[in-house]
């Protein structure tokens, strides 16, 4: 069964660092998520990329983010200087549409610890 | 007006009992209303979900009933399994009239199922 992957599953970083979170989302997909969440708390909406482009960010979302589909297959979520609050999980998530195919299927995660 | 309120923060229900997850949420516009199951160190995972047409919808043991009028809708978990132990949690969407997909989710649950 196809599956969002996403690697890597743990990074550690220090603050001020930039780290690039990786994601493969199913193949025939054509909608993108980011979405995080912090320890023991719930799932947040982060941004969403359609068609080479962000369609739709959330306040979270800042300067200090960028998303880019740099090839076919790959989705990248980049945090361009760490800060310690930004130390939780991160989900990629794909669907096949909007409408019929809206489901979206998310990946495993990476947990980023900013130290 | 874009929570999504869950209750309860978590929940202990005997094997084979019933499980009962209730959401509410204001954004009349939410019209896609999805259950995800999430164990831990992994990524949520798509368990059933509901279109507000439908006042309930039935996949094997999980049930989704959905209240329009009231903004709730909850999950029904019968013959709980002590496998079903995981946090749930609920989302909505606003998928006619949002420019993406993007899910809210509620603050999740705890269930444990005793054997």
């Known amino acids: 069964e196809p599956e969002v992957t996403q690697t890597p599953s743990h990074q550690v970083t220090q603050m001020g660092q930039e780290v690039i979170l990786r994601c493969v989302p199913i193949?025939?997909?054509?909608?993108f998520y980011w979405y995080r969440q912090i320890l023991g708390q719930k799932v947040e909406f982060l941004v969403s990329?359609?068609?080479?482009?962000?369609?739709?960010k959330s306040e979270i979302f800042d300067d200090q983010f960028s998303v880019e589909r740099p090839d076919g297959s790959n989705f990248t979520l980049k945090i361009r200087s760490t800060k310690l609050e930004d130390s939780a999980m991160y989900f990629c998530?794909?669907?096949?549409?909007?409408?019929?195919?809206?489901?979206?299927?998310f990946g495993p995660g990476t947990r980023l610890t900013v130290t | 007006q874009q929570q999504v309120k869950q209750s309860p923060q978590s929940l202990i229900v005997q094997k084979g009992g019933i499980s009962i997850i209730n959401c509410a949420y204001e954004?009349?516009?939410?019209?896609?209303f999805p259950w995800y199951q999430q164990f831990p160190g992994k990524g949520p995972a798509l368990l059933i979900a509901?279109?507000?047409?439908?006042s309930e919808k039935k996949e094997g043991r999980f049930t989704i009933s959905f209240n329009k009028s009231a903004k709730q809708f909850s999950l029904h978990i019968m013959d709980s399994q002590p496998g079903d132990s995981a946090t749930y949690f609920c989302?909505?969407?606003?998928?006619?009239?949002?420019?993406?997909?993007?899910?809210?989710f509620g603050t999740g649950t705890l269930l444990a199922v005793q054997p």
């Open positions: 998530a794909s669907s096949e549409a909007l409408g019929r195919g809206l489901e979206q299927y």
């Open positions: 193949s025939n997909h054509l909608y």
């Open positions: 990329f359609y068609n080479n482009e962000i369609s739709e």
């Open positions: 954004n009349t516009a939410f019209d896609y």
């Open positions: 509901i279109r507000p047409d439908v």
């Open positions: 989302a909505a969407s606003d998928y006619y009239g949002g420019a993406t997909n993007k899910l809210i």
